[in-house]
């Protein structure tokens, strides 16, 4: 059956995606829930919850509250706490439970910023995409309400668009930076929303995941800053062990997957979520790896893939995929 | 930057005597919620410890079914490792699903090809809903009646209504209601009872159990120790339950009522005579004597050898741990150490520990951990442990957290507690 799951794991909602973009930002982050969904971010999809704090709350949502759909309630609660906190704006982050009494977010929007005097964004994710799909929302929107076109560009800076524990399966950016040979800036990965304002002194973008690609593209139109779309943080002896010549299939986010094809790994291409490729397997749920696992020789992919396909008789091999599985590169993560 | 919210125990106790409004720093209705690591197990229960989805795998040979949007599963991922990923299945929900509810034909149909993927049938299956069916109303009893009617299998509803945790049937009292509502009336024998209230059992050298039996109980059932559904099956024939949590409660209610079976409530506590007093009117209510003195005495002789290694010592003590913050730092008084600070959540009958520990105390601050202004707290220097998990949270320094699945309990747990923090100071 569609949408059965009997071997995996639900993948990180989108939710969690735009709580991954909101949490270095210094923006006071409300997940408009009861308390699960805050829970299930914290506690599960960031990461960076343990090491490093943030403002991140549940609205404490009851029942009555979202019968009555008190939205003045959330704005008062919200206001008190930035009064509290002093952050340099305010994120709503949508679950479930407006989505089902249809919360008019432009509304909460506008009264949130009358209240606090602080800028507010409202991002309408439901709880029932991926997180992808609220990273996506998160970036544009913050790109589109806080980038100034004071900034001019400096030379050979770059800013990287994407780059999330869920996408990367790191919890600090340093981890990606060795990669890289001059100034970057990762936006909502090591750094505040002072960047999204300063995007412009960026003299190209690169887009490390397809969650990055709206933004980009809203900066490339409006600003005329190019992007390409790469992602330039994996390890030569990864590569190495792909190049055996062998029928692949490649399961992950669609910019890592472009990324291995264009470093010359053959391998066929499939994601559960967004493609930034035209090729690429768009998988819906499990039965889809299950049909077409045998045609392969060998398959790469976040080793939990695998209860999907215990009679697989290829190679496999593992490329955790904390969006996917919850499980990052380092142990230590 | 603003300082983080805290009342003294002096202030507190005040207030309440007043009859005034408790401050709405204090009351998690009135402001965000800070889901700081401290607050994971409370705040979220899911994600840490017994939340629903966990707690409603307690009958053997059970699997689930989470009908849900992709988010509300998520974190059950961390069940998986600790053995369950065998027993949870998912049916997610889309945006049309969650609005019209359309789901609910899919149900049905789903739980037959999760009996047709297993190489076993279930002795019974949970379908676990959340926020969304709560403000559809959907009628999960119509649901699990059209699911055993395709799958023969016993299906019972468990309620993840977040949104209610504050109402008199909060999802963890009604988790443990479904648990105990497959049980079918059997001739109840005089000499068996249950021990209701975890999910977890308790500590095999706790006292209640050779308690009970000096007054001729042959059989203790807790549901947590039933290897097999037949195990599970026997806790009808309990001649009364014992609750040992107000969580409990309810489906000791439940089971006065459909089975007959009637209920006694003790409380987990930590003061050495409160135990004893709880012992002597369990006897009174079961119509015999129950002597505890031998591990009155004990207990008793284990504090002052206690007092007298470590004179004076001050704690922090939090919420997450297996005992109730207030009444533990009123005892930890009693004995005549300090406690600092306490991070708990004011409410549910603590008020009058709140007072005694004023007297006691008075300076003794108390914070909401739930508070959006624990974000900048910066815990006191002259705290020398800090007890629960919390607590160890904000305090770097020495701490137990004291808060094990298995359960403490009586003196038992007293003894566990002293000899936990005796291990932490050494």
């Known amino acids: 059956m569609n949408k059965l799951l009997k071997h995996i794991s639900p993948?990180?909602?989108?939710?969690?995606?735009?709580?991954?973009?909101?949490?270095?930002?210094?923006?006071?982050?409300?997940?408009?829930?009861?308390?699960?969904?805050?829970?299930?971010?914290?506690?599960?999809?960031?990461?960076?919850?343990?090491?490093?704090?943030?403002?991140?709350?549940?609205?404490?949502?009851?029942?009555?509250?979202?019968?009555?759909?008190?939205?003045e309630m959330l704005v008062e609660k919200l206001s008190t706490a930035c009064?509290?906190?002093?952050?340099?704006?305010?994120?709503?982050?949508?679950?479930?439970?407006?989505?089902?009494?249809a919360t008019d977010y432009k509304a909460l929007e506008k009264k949130a910023e009358k209240k606090t005097g602080l800028p507010c964004i409202c991002i309408d994710t439901d709880g029932t995409k991926f997180y992808d799909e609220g990273e996506e929302k998160a970036y544009y929107m913050l790109f589109k309400k806080f980038t100034k076109d004071e900034y001019k560009p400096k030379q050979n800076k770059i800013g990287i668009i994407g780059a999330t524990p869920l996408n990367t399966s790191l919890s600090e950016s340093k981890d990606l930076k060795k990669y890289l040979n001059q100034e970057a800036v990762f936006f909502s990965f090591g750094s505040d929303i002072e960047e999204y304002k300063k995007v412009l002194e960026c003299e190209e973008l690169l887009v490390i995941s397809p969650s990055g690609l709206k933004a980009a593209k809203y900066l490339n139109e409006n600003f005329g800053i190019k992007y390409n779309i790469d992602y330039p943080f994996i390890e030569p002896s990864f590569l190495e062990k792909l190049k055996e010549s062998k029928k692949t299939l490649t399961i992950h986010q669609d910019v890592l997957l472009k990324a291995l094809k264009d470093r010359g790994?053959?391998?066929?291409?499939?994601?559960?979520?967004?493609?930034?490729?035209?090729?690429?397997?768009?998988?819906?749920?499990?039965?889809?790896?299950?049909?077409?696992?045998?045609?392969?020789?060998r398959i790469v992919g976040d080793i939990s893939l695998k209860k999907i396909i215990p009679n697989f008789k290829g190679d496999f091999i593992d490329l955790p995929f904390f969006g996917l599985s919850g499980r990052m590169i380092y142990e230590n993560n | 930057m603003s300082s983080t919210y805290f009342i003294t125990a002096e202030e507190l106790a005040k207030n309440i005597e007043d009859k005034k409004p408790l401050p709405q720093e204090l009351l998690s209705s009135k402001h965000l919620i800070y889901s700081s690591p401290a607050t994971l197990s409370f705040n979220s229960p899911g994600a840490k410890g017994f939340g629903v989805k966990r707690a409603a795998l307690a009958i053997p040979g059970s699997v689930m079914l989470l009908v849900a949007p992709t988010c509300c599963g998520r974190n059950t991922a961390l069940l998986n490792e600790i053995g369950y990923s065998e027993r949870i299945f998912y049916l997610l929900l889309d945006d049309t699903d969650i609005v019209t509810g359309r789901h609910l034909n899919k149900i049905a149909s789903a739980a037959l090809e999760i009996k047709e993927e297993l190489n076993?049938?279930?002795?019974?299956?949970?379908?676990?809903?959340?926020?969304?069916?709560?403000?559809?109303?959907t009628d999960m009893e119509r649901v699990c009646k059209k699911c055993f009617e395709k799958t023969n299998i016993p299906t019972v509803p468990a309620y993840m209504?977040?949104?209610?945790?504050?109402?008199?049937?909060?999802?963890m009292a009604a988790v443990r209601k479904s648990l105990y509502s497959l049980l079918k009336p059997r001739k109840r024998i005089s000499t068996v009872c249950n021990l209701l209230g975890f999910f977890s059992p308790l500590y095999d050298e706790c006292e209640i159990y050779p308690l009970l039996k000096s007054i001729g109980i042959t059989r203790i059932g807790e549901l947590s120790r039933c290897k097999?559904?037949?195990?599970?099956?026997?806790?009808?024939?309990?001649?009364?339950?014992?609750?040992?949590?107000?969580?409990?409660?309810?489906?000791?209610?439940?089971?006065?009522?459909?089975?007959?079976?009637?209920?006694?409530?003790?409380t987990r506590v930590y003061s050495p005579q409160k135990i004893h007093n709880q012992y002597t009117l369990l006897g009174k209510a079961l119509g015999s004597d129950i002597d505890d003195s031998k591990y009155l005495e004990k207990t008793l002789k284990k504090i002052e050898e206690f007092k007298s290694k470590h004179r004076s010592l001050t704690f922090a003590v939090g919420e997450w741990l297996n005992a109730d913050g207030f009444e533990l730092s009123l005892t930890l008084l009693e004995m005549g150490f300090k406690v600092s600070e306490i991070y708990a959540t004011v409410g549910d009958g603590n008020e009058k520990l709140i007072s005694h520990i004023a007297k006691i105390s008075p300076k003794t601050r108390i914070y909401s951990n739930l508070s959006p202004t624990m974000l900048m707290y910066e815990p006191s220097?002259?705290?020398?442990?800090?007890?629960?998990?919390?607590?160890?949270?904000?305090?770097?320094?020495?701490?137990?957290?004291f808060n094990s699945e298995t359960q403490p309990f009586g003196y038992q747990g007293l003894n566990m507690l002293l000899d936990g923090i005796d291990e932490v100071l050494k």
Not at chain 1, 267 to 276: Q, S
Not at chain 2, 161 to 171: H, V
Not at chain 2, 382 to 397: C, F, N, Q, R, V
């Open chain 2, 381 to 401: 220097k002259e705290t020398d442990i800090a007890l629960g998990a919390d607590a160890a949270y904000y305090h770097k320094g020495k701490s137990l957290e």
């Open chain 1, 83 to 101: 009064e509290q906190i002093k952050p340099r704006f305010s994120a709503i982050v949508g679950t479930p439970v407006p989505a089902v009494i």
């Open chain 2, 228 to 266: 097999t559904y037949e195990e599970y099956e026997t806790l009808s024939e309990a001649n009364f339950n014992l609750v040992l949590n107000r969580e409990a409660r309810f489906s000791a209610q439940y089971l006065e009522q459909t089975l007959g079976i009637p209920y006694i409530e003790l």
């Open chain 2, 161 to 171: 209504y977040a949104l209610t945790r504050e109402k008199k049937l909060p999802p």
């Open chain 1, 265 to 297: 790994i053959k391998t066929d291409c499939a994601t559960f979520f967004k493609t930034v490729q035209e090729d690429t397997i768009k998988l819906k749920n499990e039965e889809d790896i299950a049909e077409i696992a045998d045609n392969y020789e």
């Open chain 1, 11 to 71: 993948f990180a909602p989108d939710i969690s995606g735009a709580c991954s973009v909101l949490y270095e930002t210094g923006g006071l982050i409300v997940v408009c829930d009861a308390g699960g969904c805050a829970g299930n971010v914290c506690g599960f999809d960031e990461p960076r919850w343990l090491k490093q704090k943030a403002p991140l709350f549940s609205a404490g949502l009851r029942d009555m509250d979202a019968i009555l759909g008190r939205d």
């Open chain 2, 120 to 137: 076993y049938t279930p002795s019974a299956l949970m379908i676990c809903i959340t926020c969304v069916d709560a403000l559809l109303g």
